[in-house]
């Protein structure tokens, strides 16, 4: 009796857009970002970032400088 | 002839934010340390250029990011891998921050366009100050500040957010954030 459909690929209403009008802006106003917003940003940023610093230097790198100071001399 | 220890010890030193550094420009592991190893080889042979007393680190910074440039870019996205391989190398998932949020984060930062990508990370996480990025990225000041905030404009467009009550159930860290500093 409800005449809901199951939205299949028909778009739904999103009623919860009135109340936020500004969302999904394809417009490129340059809005200022919020104190927050960038707040947050940020610390995604340097999760990721502090992330790999936290696995230090890998052998790999570590090998690498010891056959270059062991004696190869410069020029390749 | 051996490098001078001092030599050394500082580009060992660095070379943890240059892999960071490399993989948010290559989006893949196994190229960004190929891109550090070869940084390396290339500063090493040019070790002479290094004026001690200066930041080591910018001045890796500034080969890794030109070899980069000129190497580099054009095979980008050839071997795209992305997302899976990355997640891979993280060890952590960061406890504040939820999986999906995270992981929407890099997708956007990996859709930038690498010049404001490489501003954004350059401040926002190696922690150079806008005059250094300028510097490494050969470009005036007032550029890298452009382009810093456009990228955080863009990410924040991707990410579909306006507010931080976007950033999703969080809310634990929201109220950090809004009660603390």
């Keep these: 009796m409800n005449d809901r459909k199951p939205m ?23 809005a200022k970002l919020s104190r927050d917003v960038q707040a947050r940003l940020g610390q995604q940023l340097r999760a990721m970032y502090d992330d790999v610093v936290s696995q230090g230097v890998p052998d790999r790198f570590n090998d690498l400088l010891n056959r270059i100071n062991g004696g190869k001399k410069d020029g390749q | 002839m051996p490098m001078d220890e001092s030599v050394r010890k500082a580009v060992l030193g660095a070379v943890p934010s240059l892999r ?39 001045w890796l910074f500034t080969i890794l990011r030109n070899h980069f440039r000129s190497e580099y870019r054009k095979r980008r996205r050839e071997v795209e891998d992305g997302e899976g391989h990355y997640a891979e190398t993280l060890k952590s998932q960061p406890d504040q921050i939820g999986q999906v949020e995270f992981r929407e984060f890099r997708e956007a930062l990996a859709q930038l366009p690498s010049d404001q990508r490489e501003a954004l990370v350059l401040v926002g996480a190696s922690g150079f100050s806008y005059e250094e990025a300028a510097h490494i990225c050969d470009c005036a000041v007032g550029t890298i500040k452009s382009r810093v905030n456009r990228a955080r404009t863009r990410l924040a467009e991707l990410m579909g957010i306006e507010s931080a009550e976007e950033f999703g159930p969080d809310q634990t860290t929201r109220a950090v954030l809004a009660s603390g500093e």
């Design chain 1, 8 to 30: 299949g690929q028909q778009k739904p209403m999103e009623p919860a857009a009135t109340n936020r009008s500004k969302k999904g802006g394809g417009n490129a106003k340059p």
């Design chain 2, 20 to 58: 960071a550094f490399a993989i948010s420009l290559c989006g893949n592991v196994d190229r960004a340390d190929d891109l550090v190893q070869e940084t390396l080889l290339r500063a090493l042979a040019n070790i002479d250029s290094f004026q001690p007393g200066t930041n080591m680190s910018a």
